[in-house]
RNA sequence: GGCUAUGUAGCUCAGUCGGUUAGAGCGCAGCAUUCAUAAUGCUGAUGUCGGUGGUUCAAGUCCACCCAUAGCCA
C-alpha cells in the first residue's frame, strides 16, 4: 500500500511573535500536524517546519513599551510558543525565526535575484508621517472620522461602521495612535515588486487545478480586478531585514514571512549537513504544501509564488487553506470567555480532547470550524471514552484474569478482522484529501461494530459458565485486536493515545500497515484506564480563567502578584499590544463582533486581539494593510486600548517597587520648566524632592497638604533644574487629564503601599 | 460598497449528475444488558432543507433577488 515513500515539505502559517498562541491558532497547527503525522505513519519522508513571523511595527512597538529590546521580546515569545505548540503535541521538525542568519541569507538571497532580473521598481510615494514619534505610520496605527459614513474613530484602510476602504489620508482629522499626534504627509522612496509581470504563470499555476475550488474561485476575482505593484520596502524605524544597498529601507514584514519557511528549514538542514535546494530549487523532487488561514490567501497564492518563481525556486504543490474558529456560534471573545489561550486550555483539559474534536470537524474547504463547548464535551466522551477506549475496557478483564494477559492463536471472526483492515485504505484517502471527518466518522463506525461484536458474543455470560473457555478468549482477542488497528487509524489524531496504548498491548511504536498484522498468542499488560471523560467543569473553569486573563492587568495593578500562572492572559490582554491589534491582525486574535464599532478602534492599539478566530491564520504579521478588516475588538475600553498592558512580571519583580504615601509638603512651577512642578513629599519625617510632570493639570496651591502615592525607592534622577529623588503615581493620558493618586483618608505618611 | 464562501433535525454535520418516503452521530424517549471509565446493544420521535420568486414532468440540489454569518479588497 505504501509505494514509495515521498519527500514532503509542509508547514504552518507562522504566528505572529507578539502575543500567546489561543486556540485559533491551534486549529491550523492541529489539522496540519494531523496531515504530517499521517504521512509520516505511512512511511513517507515528511517535514513540518514553522517557525515565529518576528518582524514589523507592532513589534518593534510593543517592545518599546515593555521596554525591551526587539531581541528580548521575540525571544520570550518564541520559548513560550515553542512551550505551548508542544504541549499540544505540534510535532514540528523545526520551530525557528524569521529573526534569524538563516532568514537573512534566504532573503537577501531572493531580493538579490529578484532585483537583478528587474522585477524591483523604486518610485517615490506620499505617506503618513507621525511627527512626534518620527517615523512613518502604517494605515492601522492612524485613526480618525471615516470620509464616507462619518463615522468617529475609524482606522486609516478601512471603516468598521461602513465596511467602506479608502486610504489614510482620506480620512477626516487623522490622528496617529501611537502618539496621538495629527500626522503630516511626507515623501519617501520604496520599493515595488513587480507582481504584474508574473500574471501569466500565476494564473497557470492556477489552473493547474490542485488549489482547493473555492481559492481559486478567488484568484480568478483577483486576476480579473488586476495585479498590481507590491511596496516591499518600509523606512527606518522598523523591526526587520534592511534592504542590500539600501540603507534605512526595511523588508516588508510579509516580505520576509514566508521566507521563513525556507529559513526554518535550512536551520535544519543545516544541522544535518543538506543543501535546503533539495526541496526549494527550481527543480526539487519534493512536494511542498503550506497550511494556511484564509485570510492571507493573498500573500501564499500571489506574492509568495510569484516571489519564488521570480527568484528561480521551485512553486508550492499547493496551498491548503482552511477557515476560521468561532467558539459556540461567535467569534472567540474575551468578555466571553472564549478567547482561550493554549496556556489556559492546557492548565484545565487533555490536549487530545481538541486534537479530536478538531479532526472530528475539518474538511478539505474553507468552511469556518465551530468549537461547540457542550458538543465538544459530549462527542469525546461519547466517541473516545464510549466506543473506542470501551472496547479495549471491556475486554482486558478477562484477558488478564482468565488467561494470564495472553491473547488467543486464532481469529474468532475472521471476517469482522477483514472488514476492519479493508477499510485502512478508505480511511488513508480521506486523511489524504484532508477529510479528517470522514475518516473520523469511518473509524467510529467501525468502533461501534467492534461493540456490537462484544454484545453479540456476550464474554461476561461466556465467562459465567465456562470461564476458561477457549471462546472467551478468541472473543476478547479480537476486541484487542480492533481496538488495536482503530487506534491504528486514530493515531495522526491521537499520538498520545496510540502511545499509551501500545505500551497497553505490549506492542512496539506502530506504523499504518502494522494494522494488517493481528497480534496472535501475545502477551499484554495491565490495563488501565487510557482517556479520561471530559468534565464539565473543568471546561467551566477554563472558561472562567480565559475571561480572568483580560482582567490580568487590573488585577496587577491592584498588587495582585498571585495568578502568575496566566501568562497567557498577559500575553493577550496586554501583551499584545499595541500593535497587534492592527498589525496584525495578523495574527489574529479574536474579536468580539459586538464591541466591534466602539472597541474596535480602540483595539486597535491595543489589542490584541483585535483579529478574529481566525487567527488561526497568524502567520500574518503584517503590520500595516493586511490585517485590516481583522479587528473584531473586543470589549476592551479605550485606556487598556490606547495603552496596553504591559508585560506580566513576577510578584518577586512587583515588591521591588516602594511605594509610600506620602504628603505634599511644598509644591511650586519650576524656572524654565514647561511641564513639571517641584514637589517636597513628606515621608514621616524624611522628605524627598520630586519633579512632576503635572504642571499641564494642577497648580501648585491646590496640592499642598494633599497626600499621595509615591515610588520611594526609584534611582535618583539628575534633571536639568535638580534631582528627583522618586516619582509620583498618577493616571491620564496627559494635558488636563492628569489624575494624582490619592490615598483613602487614614493612611499616614510613610506607610507602605502594596 | 464590491467580491468569494456558508446557511439541512435540539446540537454537530453528510447529502454525487436535479429523480421514490431527506440521512448519520450526539442528545432525547422506551426497552434490554451489567464485561466495561453510569460505558454497551435494540427500538423510536423529531425537519416549511435561511426567505421570496422563477426554470422544470420533477428542486435541498439549477437561476434571480433578499436576509444572516465569515473572509478578502493587496
Same mark, same amino acid.
Given at each position: 500500500?505504501?509505494?514509495?515513500p ?72 518564541h ?58 505610520l ?23 461602521s ?11 482629522n ?8 495629527t ?30 475550488p ?18 516591499i ?111 489556559t ?17 475539518s ?16 462527542r ?23 488467561f ?71 472473543v ?55 482517556l479520561?471523560?471530559v ?39 496586554? +501583551?499584545? &499590544? %499595541? =500593535? *497587534? /491589534? $492592527?498589525? #496584525?491582525? !495578523? @495574527?489574529?486574535?479574536?474579536?468580539d ?11 486597535? +492599539?491595543? &489589542? %490584541? =486581539? *483585535? /483579529? $478574529?478566530? #481566525?487567527? !488561526? @491564520?497568524?502567520?500574518?504579521?503584517d ?8 479587528t ?8 487598556l486600548a490606547d ?12 515588591v ?52 499621595t ?46
Open positions: 500500500m505504501t509505494a514509495r515521498r519527500k514532503i515539505f509542509v508547514t504552518c502559517a507562522l504566528p505572529y511573535a507578539n502575543g500567546s498562541i489561543h486556540i485559533g491558532h491551534l486549529l491550523e497547527a492541529i489539522q496540519t500536524d494531523i496531515w504530517v503525522r499521517f504521512q509520516k505513519v505511512r512511511g513517507h519522508d515528511c517535514l513540518y517546519l514553522c517557525a515565529d513571523d518576528a518582524h514589523g511595527t507592532p513589534i518593534m512597538l510593543s517592545a518599546d513599551q515593555q521596554g525591551i529590546t526587539p531581541e528580548q521580546l521575540i525571544e520570550r515569545i520559548a513560550e510558543h515553542e512551550r505551548d505548540y508542544a504541549g499540544f503535541e505540534v510535532g514540528f521538525d523545526n520551530f525557528h525565526t524569521t529573526h534569524s542568519d538563516e532568514n537573512r541569507e534566504v532573503a537577501e538571497a531572493i531580493y538579490a535575484r529578484l532585483d537583478a532580473a528587474g522585477h524591483i521598481k523604486r518610485r517615490t510615494i506620499t505617506q503618513f508621517y507621525d511627527p512626534v514619534k518620527q517615523m512613518f502604517p494605515d492601522r496605527f492612524i485613526r480618525g472620522e471615516c470620509p464616507f459614513c462619518h463615522a468617529q474613530d475609524q482606522y486609516g484602510d478601512s471603516c468598521e461602513c465596511n467602506r476602504t479608502y486610504t489614510p489620508t482620506d480620512l477626516v487623522p490622528v496617529s495612535s501611537i502618539s496621538g499626534a500626522p503630516v504627509e511626507k515623501e519617501s522612496e520604496h520599493y515595488f515588486f513587480d507582481l504584474p509581470a508574473f500574471e501569466t504563470v500565476l494564473h497557470d499555476w492556477v489552473g493547474a487545478g490542485h488549489l482547493q473555492e481559492v481559486a474561485n478567488k484568484l480568478e476575482e483577483w486576476f480579473s480586478a488586476g495585479l498590481k505593484e507590491w511596496d520596502s518600509r523606512d527606518a524605524p522598523y523591526f526587520g531585514f534592511e534592504i542590500p544597498g539600501a540603507p534605512g529601507k526595511y523588508f516588508y514584514v510579509w516580505v520576509d514571512a514566508p521566507m521563513g519557511y525556507f529559513a526554518s528549514l535550512k536551520n535544519l538542514l543545516d544541522r544535518q549537513g543538506r543543501d535546503v535546494a533539495e526541496y526549494t530549487g527550481a527543480g526539487s523532487d519534493a512536494e511542498m504544501y503550506h497550511f494556511i488561514g484564509k485570510d492571507i490567501m493573498y500573500f501564499h497564492t500571489l506574492f509568495w509564488p510569484a516571489l519564488l518563481q521570480g527568484s528561480g525556486h521551485r512553486l508550492p504543490s499547493n496551498v491548503f487553506v482552511h477557515g476560521f474558529l468561532t467558539v459556540d456560534g461567535k467569534k472567540m471573545s474575551k468578555s466571553r470567555g472564549t478567547f482561550i489561550n493554549a496556556r486550555y492546557l492548565d484545565h483539559l487533555d490536549p487530545e480532547y481538541l486534537r479530536y474534536y478538531f479532526a472530528a470537524k474538511g478539505s474547504g474553507v468552511d469556518d470550524i465551530d468549537l461547540n463547548l457542550e458538543d465538544f464535551r459530549q469525546v466522551n461519547a466517541d473516545l471514552v464510549g466506543k473506542v477506549v470501551n472496547v479495549a475496557s471491556r475486554c482486558a478483564g478477562f484477558i488478564n484474569k482468565r494470564g494477559g495472553t491473547l488467543a492463536a486464532h481469529i474468532h471472526d475472521e471476517a469482522l478482522l477483514q472488514e476492519f483492515t479493508g477499510a485502512g485504505e478508505a480511511i488513508a484517502a480521506a486523511y489524504e484529501a484532508r477529510e479528517y471527518a470522514r475518516a473520523v466518522r469511518e473509524i467510529m463506525a467501525l468502533a461501534d461494530k467492534a461493540n456490537q461484536y462484544i454484545d453479540r458474543h456476550k464474554p461476561w455470560e461466556i465467562a459465567r459458565e465456562d470461564p476458561g473457555s477457549g471462546e472467551l478468549q478468541q476478547c482477542s479480537l476486541g484487542l485486536n480492533l481496538f488495536r488497528i482503530l487506534v491504528i487509524y486514530l493515531k495522526p489524531v491521537l499520538p498520545g493515545l496510540a502511545q499509551r496504548s501500545e505500551e497497553f498491548l505490549g506492542i512496539s511504536p506502530q506504523t499504518w500497515d502494522d494494522q494488517a498484522t493481528p497480534l496472535l498468542d501475545h502477551r499484554i499488560n495491565k490495563f488501565k484506564p487510557l479520561t471523560r468534565e464539565k467543569e473543568r471546561i467551566e473553569a477554563m472558561i472562567e480563567d480565559s475571561k480572568e486573563s483580560l482582567g490580568a492587568g487590573d488585577a496587577a495593578g491592584t498588587g495582585a502578584g498571585d495568578d502568575a500562572a496566566e501568562g497567557a492572559g498577559a500575553g493577550d490582554a496586554g +501583551g499584545t &499590544t %499595541a =500593535g *497587534a /491589534g $492592527d498589525a #496584525g491582525g !495578523a @495574527t489574529a486574535g479574536a474579536g463582533a459586538g464591541a466591534a464599532t466602539a472597541g474596535a478602534g480602540d483595539a486597535g +492599539g491595543a &489589542t %490584541a =486581539g *483585535a /483579529g $478574529d478566530a #481566525g487567527g !488561526a @491564520t497568524a502567520g500574518a504579521g503590520a500595516d494593510n493586511a490585517g485590516a478588516s481583522q473584531g475588538a473586543d470589549a476592551i475600553n479605550k485606556h495603552d496596553p498592558i504591559s508585560a506580566e512580571v513576577s510578584f518577586d519583580d512587583f521591588k517597587i516602594d511605594l509610600r504615601v506620602a504628603t505634599i509638603a511644598r509644591a511650586e512651577y519650576v524656572d524654565g520648566a514647561d511641564k513639571l512642578l517641584q514637589l517636597t513629599l513628606d515621608l514621616d519625617g524624611e522628605t524627598r524632592n520630586v519633579f512632576a510632570g503635572i504642571k499641564s493639570a494642577y497648580r501648585p496651591e491646590d496640592l499642598v497638604g494633599r497626600q502615592v509615591m515610588v520611594a525607592n526609584l534611582a535618583p534622577r539628575k534633571m536639568r533644574f535638580g534631582v528627583s529623588e522618586g516619582m509620583v503615581l498618577a493616571a491620564g493620558p496627559g494635558g488636563e487629564e492628569i489624575f494624582i493618586v490619592t490615598p483613602d483618608t487614614g493612611a499616614k505618611p510613610g506607610m507602605r503601599v502594596k
